[in-house]
């Protein structure tokens, strides 16, 4: 049986980079003692899959994985025997079964993602950066340089930028988030900067992602489906 | 959610960030009001490495298990944060509760080898406690203990007191006797002096040493009354009772170097090579019952969530229910798909049935540590290994599949001779010679790879060889140039392969491991001039060392290549640590006369370490 596991990341915890947070779920799986599979060979290992790298100091109250389990077991077990053996900053929110199989696996299914971007103190934009949102979407195009294994490239990210809007002093935005357009919430905070006629300082963004989604639409016309809410509800399996 | 001592702009500036922020599974959080001693305890080396000591966490364990002490981790910030931390005037914190350690009630700092003492210097400083003990009016106690401590002299200077032996036993009697301190208001001599009479406890600063003319040690007495002439060391007498069993590790967010269970099976070794010096100070060998163990082993899987368990003692092929131990952990852990790792096994027919069961023989390697070259010097440092036995162990893993051996050796051992270190290419060309007659073209897996690697010897306190005089630099580089020349010129030089290190580390461990109370001066002025993880290749620079060694006007060779006197005061004496001044002696003329001796199971040898009443010495 296949599960997708949606859990938060906060605080010191964030500190904690990609490859070290997927050891420590599956130690943590070993400690809540389900029961995983694994792949075979001398050094077997569990069978796990993330939706989405999330950088150093990034924040999540949406994270996801997903994992292959031997046996059946009830959703909210799952659930309760993670949280039992997580550390200060980790949570796991939900809990559910999704289809076997290679073709729908989490990171395959990533379409957006949101996110919150605050700015550190004394590192706000400059006043009024509010009005300037509408204008700043309105351009025909928004270059940025894209460093790849080739050397630098300008892309146009105003399509992947989903949604752009203040919130409580903060940043929310949803951005394309697949392999193939993956847009990094800083460099569209950069350039917003610099539409205000100002350079970002470093450090100045807390990032904190909300949520990840599958697009259940076409290309043309999304429809963004939270990576959970494709997975059967508890009480089913 | 605990606040962080480093803001998120060096967080993210520095290397690893996660070092710095604690909070790792099982890690050990109390209210400071409800305690009466903050413990911080100090690995002086980067997370990763100090991680994984397990001494050091068996007495943060231990300590935190008492309601009245929280016990918290502090590591050698890595350079890059050390740089900021300087610029910035951050003081050093401890991990948990990232509060600075200078407002700590002690600092613990386990010495695991000589190289980490610059590392000593650097947290004491980031902390903003005086590097010099005798300058410290408040703050912290700074207590040592670790192998090192066994000659704590070149760190007198630095240290209030420090702990002799194995942690386990009287750390309680010290810290009521600090409770009771405390409470009375007394100074930080009445501390000190009331310290020095608990049983394993050394404070340098109540002991005075004078030198005779020649430059060594004329005397070494106690300046105050009450204080003992000798410190004892400390061990657990019994290890059902007295150890102290980890129940749940902490378990790092980075990988550290041992990101494993580690189960501890036996403390001690019976085979007394001369040139070890854990073999001698940690008698007499005691094992723990391996009921205990078995269940040692699955609680700390379950707590921990590793997928992997070593077990770790210095001669594993020695403990008395070990098929017993690995079959139950080879049961247990297949279904559960954990690793076993298994090392110091020596290579015989159960050794390489259990290794063929536990890991994937291709990709394998067999471990020899013959330490010499010929079957002379190998009786000399009494390393019961013949030639015999590694060939036989070496045939009968080819048969089974194994072409890859690892072979260890020291170079520069007493008595050494030209012929002793041609025997190590002789040992590999036969070891290679053996493959080919023995396995039939048809069934060998590609060509046998041999990888030899030397270390150069270093005499250690308490062992027979602290009498010894070491070589010099230019003497090591030669004596590897002779075995690597003598490798290439054996029939299957090609599949040998030859590893060696620069000899200047081993020249500071060999000064630094002898030292007396004046090195202090050199290690303070080598950490002034910038000397900092020097146990780093990359990062040791021998000249600073030379010179600090020559503006404290310290003659580095009267302490490596000088050979000890018998009636010679050594700076180390003081310390009783088990085994008899006589019987090292003893066996120095044994060395001498290539003559080997039995093991503690075989005959016992009256090292001394009977009066512990435990153990092997017992059985
Ligand atoms: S007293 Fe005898 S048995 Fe005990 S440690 Fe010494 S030599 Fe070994």
């Known amino acids: 049986m296949k599960i997708r596991v949606k859990f938060t990341k906060e605080g010191p915890i964030r500190f904690v980079g990609h490859l070290d947070t997927m050891r420590y779920f599956q130690k943590a799986v070993r ?6 599979a694994f792949s075979g060979g001398f050094s077997p290992h569990m069978i796990m899959s993330f939706a989405s790298p999330l950088g150093v100091g990034i924040e999540s109250i949406g994270e996801y994985f997903d994992m292959e389990l031997k046996d059946s077991l009830p959703a909210h077990e799952i659930m309760d025997r993670l949280n039992r053996v997580m550390t200060d900053g980790v949570r796991i929110l939900s809990v559910f079964q999704v289809e076997d199989g290679k073709a729908g696996t989490a990171m395959s299914l990533v379409a ?76 569209v905070c950069a350039s917003f900067f610099r539409f205000l006629g100002s350079e970002p300082l470093p450090f100045t963004f807390f990032i904190k992602r909300l949520e990840i989604y599958a697009n259940k639409g076409t290309d043309e016309s999304p429809v963004f489906a939270s990576l959970e809410s494709l997975g059967q509800p508890d009480g089913i399996f | 959610m605990r606040n962080l001592a480093l803001s998120d702009e060096i967080l993210l500036s520095v290397d690893k960030a996660a070092r710095y922020i604690g909070g790792e599974v099982n890690s050990i959080m109390k209210d400071p009001g409800t305690v009466d001693i903050r413990f911080a305890m100090c690995f002086p080396d980067v997370y990763e490495i100090g991680m994984s000591n397990l001494g050091m966490m068996i007495l943060y364990d231990m300590f935190n298990a008492r309601k009245d002490v929280w016990c918290e981790r502090v590591f050698s910030p890595w350079s890059d944060l050390d740089q900021l931390m300087r610029q910035q005037k951050i003081p050093l914190f401890a991990l948990e509760s990232q509060e600075p350690v200078r407002n700590f009630d002690f600092l613990g700092i386990t010495l695991g080898y000589e190289m980490c003492y610059t590392n000593v210097l650097q947290v004491l400083d980031l902390s903003g406690i005086p590097l010099i003990a005798k300058d410290r009016k408040e703050g912290p106690f700074v ?30 009697e010290l810290f009521d006797l600090y409770k009771e301190w405390k409470d009375q208001g007394l100074s930080r001599e009445e501390f000190l002096y009331r310290a020095s009479r608990v049983p ?63 189960l501890e099976i036996q403390r001690g070794c019976i085979r007394g090579c001369r040139f070890c010096q854990a073999g001698m100070i940690y008698r007499p060998t005691r094992e723990r019952k391996v009921e205990e163990l078995m269940s040692s082993a699955m609680e700390m899987l379950k707590n921990t969530g590793h997928e992997e368990i070593s077990l770790s003692s210095l001669s594993s092929s020695d403990y008395t229910d070990l098929p017993r131990l690995v079959q139950f952990l080879i049961d247990e852990c297949r279904e559960r798909c954990i690793n076993i790792s298994l090392p110091s096994l020596r290579i015989d027919a159960f050794a390489l049935d259990v290794m063929s069961k536990v890991q994937d023989v291709k990709k394998s390697s067999l471990t020899f540590a013959p ?68 396995i039939p073209k048809s069934e060998r897996q590609g060509k046998i790879q041999i990888t030899v690697s030397t270390s150069f010897f270093v005499p250690k306190p308490f062992t027979p060889f602290q009498w010894a005089p070491m070589y010099r630099e230019e003497d090591f580089i030669e004596k590897a140039r002779i075995t690597k020349n003598e490798i290439r ?41 910038g000397a900092l993880y020097d146990a780093w290749t990359e990062n040791f620079r021998f000249p600073l060392w030379k010179e600090a060694m020559a503006e404290n006007d310290i003659d580095l060779d009267f302490y490596t290549i000088r050979e000890r006197r018998k009636d010679e005061i050594l700076p180390w004496d003081f310390i009783d640590a088990g085994v008899r001044r006589e019987f090292l002696w003893r066996e120095w003329e044994r060395a001498l006369s290539c003559q080997v001796t039995p093991n503690c199971r075989a005959a016992c040898q009256g090292c001394g370490a009977r009066r512990y009443e435990t153990g092997v010495c017992f059985e």
Not at chain 1, 164 to 181: D, I, Q, T, V
Not at chain 2, 220 to 247: A, T
């Open chain 2, 489 to 529: 010129s054996q029939k299957n030089q090609k599949c040998i392969r030859y590893n060696w290190h620069e000899p200047d580390v081993t020249i500071l461990e060999g000064f630094l491991a002898r030292g007396d109370r004046r090195c202090g001066k050199v290690i303070l002025s080598a950490y002034k001039k």
């Open chain 2, 143 to 172: 207590i040592g203990g670790g192998a090192c401590a066994y000659n704590p002299e070149p760190l007198a200077d630095f240290f209030d007191l420090f702990y002799i032996g194995e942690g386990e036993t009287v750390y309680d």
């Open chain 2, 200 to 262: 394993g406890i050394y404070v340098p600063s109540l002991y005075k040493v004078t030198y005779a003319e020649d430059g060594t040690i004329g005397s070494f007495h106690p300046v105050r009354e009450g204080v003992p002439e000798k410190v004892e060391k400390q061990l657990v007498i019994s290890m059902d009772k007295g150890y102290h069993r980890i129940q749940a590790p902490v378990v790092p967010f980075i990988k550290a170097t041992q990101d494993r269970v580690t």
């Open chain 2, 371 to 438: 330490e010499a070259g010929s079957q002379r010097l190998r009786d000399v440092i009494n390393k019961g290994l013949t030639e015999e036995v590694i060939l036989r162990g070496a045939s009968d893993a080819f048969h089974g599949g194994w072409n890859r051996v690892k072979l260890y050796f020291m170079l520069g051992l007493p008595t050494e001779t030209e012929e002793d270190i041609k025997g190590i290419a002789h040992l590999s060309e036969k070891i290679a010679e053996t493959y080919y007659d023995e």
């Open chain 1, 112 to 187: 957006a993602a949101d996110y919150l971007v605050s700015f550190r103190e004394g590192k706000e934009p400059p006043a009024g950066w509010q009005e300037k949102i509408g204008p700043f979407l309105s351009q025909e195009e928004i270059l940025i340089i894209k460093e790849t294994k080739k050397g630098e490239k300008q892309v146009d990210i105003r399509p992947f930028i989903y949604s752009f809007e203040e919130r409580e002093g903060s940043l929310f935005m949803k951005l394309a988030s697949a392999s193939s357009n993956f847009t990094r919430p800083e460099a």
């Open chain 1, 31 to 36: 400690r809540a003692d389900l029961p995983a």
